[in-house]
């Protein structure tokens, strides 16, 4: 039986896989450009003021400050701008995000982190181990787009602050943040990955990026939490389509375990032996290649040069 109505924590990804798709590009700017492009935008009223101010910002510190005001057509101008002054804007980059949380205004205060921690990334290892510098000094919000931030950037010094943090966090009603702890250390290749993964089956924790994380990153303990995951699926799936999900999260363990090893816990963990065979047959008729096209969101890789 399937249900009619999708569980609301697997039915969108959180704002930390769409940060990490869209807000840590280095082509952003020409990504807003395109999209205001097609829909010929023009910024009038307190937008436009704030276009003509960010257009006209003479220091780095300045435009820093109007990170706030960076939305719509002028988030085009404030990312534009702040890519022109480059590394000249590091040092008041780094002073507003340790001193980010003094922003009251919830929303304000996510809007400049957002749009800062983008700025460091396009500084590529320099803005890595700055946001590093920073880390302790961000919300729990802002602590998971640094997060999703190092492992684009491969910043391996960050690995045991995110696994600290993900510690903190993977209780936390807001699934969120977890995310990005975790893509931040699937971005490092963390072996600890596999058994967080496992351990989250294991407390019935459930969030949309779960089994795209299995297939990029899990392991012999993710496999194990997703067999008892396939035989729910198989009674009554919390989605459409949950059972492939699983399917596929274990197909894709088993061409990095090796299918003669895949197959000795398949027959440890799974009965019976004909459900066994069947779950072999999908991880041989599907490729890597196929595998990554049935997660495409999550395996595209944001530009690291």
Request: charged share 25%; glycine share 8%.
């Amino acid at each position: 039986m399937t249900n009619s109505q999708p569980d609301p924590a697997v039915a969108m990804p959180s704002t930390q896989t769409f940060y990490r798709i869209a807000g840590l590009r280095k082509d952003f700017d020409r990504i807003l450009q395109s999209t205001y492009r097609a829909t010929d935008a023009k910024p009038s009223g307190a937008e436009g003021e704030a276009f003509r101010r960010i257009i006209e910002a003479t220091s780095p510190n300045d435009l820093v400050r109007m990170a706030p005001l960076s939305r719509g057509v002028a988030q085009l101008a404030w990312t534009q701008r702040m890519n022109e002054f480059g590394a000249a804007a590091l040092p008041h980059i780094v002073r507003r995000l340790k001193s980010s949380q003094s922003i009251l205004d919830e929303e304000q205060r996510h809007i400049v982190t957002e749009r800062l921690i983008g700025a460091l990334r396009r500084l590529d290892a320099t803005g890595g181990q700055a946001l590093l510098d920073c880390f302790n000094n961000l919300d729990a919000y802002g602590q998971s787009l640094a997060c999703a931030a190092f492992g684009v950037l491969e910043t391996i010094e960050a690995a045991d602050a995110m696994a600290r943090f993900y510690q903190r966090v993977k209780t936390d009603a807001d699934t969120g943040y977890l995310v990005g702890a975790l893509w931040g250390l699937i971005g490092l290749q963390d072996e600890r990955v596999d058994d967080f993964m496992a351990q989250l089956m294991d407390a019935g924790r459930i969030f949309a990026e779960q089994y795209p994380f299995a297939s990029l990153a899990g392991g012999e303990a993710t496999l194990r939490g997703l067999t008892r995951r396939l035989g729910a699926a198989v009674a009554e799936e919390r989605y459409a389509g949950e059972r492939d999900d699983v399917l596929m999260a274990l197909a894709s363990i088993g061409h990095r375990l090796g299918m003669e090893r895949y197959r000795a816990l398949l027959d440890e963990y799974v009965e019976p032996a004909g459900t066994v065979q069947s779950i072999m047959d999908v991880a041989e008729r599907a490729s890597p290649m196929r595998i990554a096209n049935y997660f495409k969101m999550y395996y595209a890789e944001p530009d690291r040069g």
